[in-house]
């Protein structure tokens, strides 16, 4: 393990690793070592033996599409879990930092409170870019992880590729890249660049552009030695053998994911568009993302005009930057004319 790393994880950690056993592959023996039922189920298909625990196959056919190597993936519960790891792994509480950049996903900041992380926080400019000075001045010897999403959620926006890769080269903690939205963005990933900053991770989901919401897969891309960190620390059999099975069955299908993708893109043009029209919404950002964020000055009145339609939007005015602000997912295009519909008939009454 490289120094560098090894530096970053918390001492009783290390002796967690140290002492963590390397499981064997008994697939094809008898298997009387995991208390199983050995009998089966009640399901047609068995699902009496315990998933694999490194999801081998599952990494393999995600290392063909992403051209990215077996040892360099790692896949949680959910991001959630991805998250949460990090933070158990290197961050110790009462004592380290990490920064966030707000408007951003709270989930950060959430699972930081859990871990009782100190959360410091270098707000966007207003044009939803990093404040560069602000993260400069906010970095000290704690501060263990710089928390980045791009494209950003909730403002949609990708940020500046040379802002990141400034902090790449001069921030001596880890660099989380959360790629949730990727697949939307014309901006390119970062996946191809952990060769050259050991201290990054990249971070993407099955649960937006993949469609696979409801399996909880998010996915952790990082050097070997941190992959091997969190192998040691995560809970046992993370994955259940059936969001492997329907997440594999899911990647023989790329090229529909990828006319999916094209199509919301296209639907969320035609939705801009629509938009438009409306003289009380005084802007709509710019997207990289399946969702738009709009600014209304009755932006509160038309999400609750909205929701007694049984459209459900969500109202992010309380946000930093995002004052009197919508963020509005790409619907079907059925749902995204109701929509235009119900915002019409707000529009003729207000």
């Known amino acids: 393990m490289s120094k560098h790393i090894d530096s970053l994880i918390r001492p009783h950690i290390k002796k967690l690793i140290q ?32 998933p694999d625990n490194f999801q081998t196959t599952l990494k393999e056919a995600t290392s063909k599409i992403k051209n990215i190597a077996t040892e360099n993936i ?8 991805c998250i949460n790891l990090l933070y158990t792994c290197f961050c ?16 950060y900041e959430i699972a930081a409170n859990i871990h009782n992380v100190a959360v410091r926080k270098a ?8 404040n560069m000075d ?14 980045l999403c791009s494209p950003n959620n909730p403002t949609g926006n990708s940020l500046y590729r040379e802002d990141i890769e400034i902090i790449l ?38 649960s937006k552009a993949w469609g696979l919401a409801g399996l909880r897969l998010g996915v952790l891309f990082a050097s070997i030695d941190i992959i091997h960190i969190l192998n040691c620390i995560k809970h046992p059999y993370n994955i259940n053998t059936a969001t492997q099975e329907l997440v594999l069955k899911a990647l023989e299908n790329v ?11 296209a639907m969320r043009k035609d939705l801009v568009k629509s938009l438009v029209q409306f003289l009380f919404i005084k802007k709509i950002y710019d997207s990289d993302t399946n969702f738009l964020l ?16 049984n459209i459900v939007v969500e109202n992010i005015s309380n946000e930093p930057l995002c004052e009197n602000c919508l963020r509005i997912t790409i619907g079907t295009e059925k749902e995204n004319a109701a929509l235009i519909n119900a915002i019409a008939d707000f529009s003729s009454k207000n």
């Open 123 to 130: 707000n966007l400019l207003e044009n939803f870019q990093l």
């Open 74 to 81: 790692f896949f949680g519960n959910g991001t959630d879990e």
């Open 169 to 206: 080269n001069n921030f001596e903690g880890l660099v989380v890249i959360d790629e949730a939205y990727i697949n939307f963005s014309r901006q390119k990933s970062f996946l191809q660049e952990l060769k050259e900053y050991p201290n990054l991770i990249v971070l993407q989901t099955f």
């Open 92 to 107: 110790e509480p009462q004592k380290d930092n990490i920064i966030i950049c707000p408007p951003t996903n709270n989930r």
């Open 294 to 309: 709009i600014k209304a000055d009755v932006a509160d009145e038309l999400y609750q005009f909205l929701l007694n339609k």
């Open 134 to 147: 602000m993260l400069e001045t906010l970095v000290d010897e704690h501060t263990k992880i710089i928390w």
């Open 19 to 50: 002492s963590a056993k390397k499981e064997a592959n008994f697939q094809q023996k008898i298997l009387l070592n995991k208390n199983e039922n050995s009998i089966g189920s009640p399901l047609i298909k068995w699902y009496n033996r315990y």
């Open 255 to 265: 090229s529909e994911t990828n006319e999916m993708i094209k199509e919301l893109v």
